[in-house]
C-alpha cells in the first residue's frame, strides 16, 4: 500500500469544514484562531492549530450551522467568525468555486 503525496495524487490535501469536502491544500483558505477570533491565513504562517474552508460564504455558514469552528480548533465555547466573514465578503469578487478569478 502506497502512502504520503504519490498516493493521494502529488499534492497535500485538506477537508473543508463547512462542506467536508477533501480537496489540495491551495483550493483551501487557513484559518486560525488569535484570543478567540477566528483569522484568515492566506499565507499558512501563523502559529496554532489550523484548518482549511473554502474561501466562500457558502462553506462558512454550513460550518456555523454545524458549529465545526470549535471541534477543528479543539477549543470551547463558540468562537467570532467576524473577521473571516469580512475577509470572505471583501475576496467574494476574486473566488469563484474555490478559485481565483481576473476581473477582466
Known amino acids: 500500500m502506497t502512502r504520503g503525496p504519490a498516493a493521494q495524487g502529488g499534492f497535500p490535501r485538506r477537508t ?48 456555523e450551522r454545524r458549529r465545526a469552528f470549535p471541534r477543528a480548533f479543539r477549543l470551547p465555547g463558540p468562537l467570532d467568525t467576524s473577521l473571516l466573514r469580512e475577509h470572505l465578503e471583501a475576496q467574494g469578487s476574486w473566488y469563484q468555486d474555490g478559485r481565483t478569478v481576473s476581473d477582466v
Open 16 to 63: 473543508c469544514v463547512g462542506c467536508r469536502v477533501r480537496t489540495a491544500k491551495s483550493d483551501l483558505l487557513r484559518l486560525v484562531v488569535v484570543e478567540g477570533v477566528i483569522v484568515p491565513d492566506p499565507r499558512g504562517r501563523l502559529p496554532g492549530r489550523g484548518a482549511s474552508i473554502h474561501p466562500d460564504l457558502g462553506c462558512l455558514e454550513l460550518a
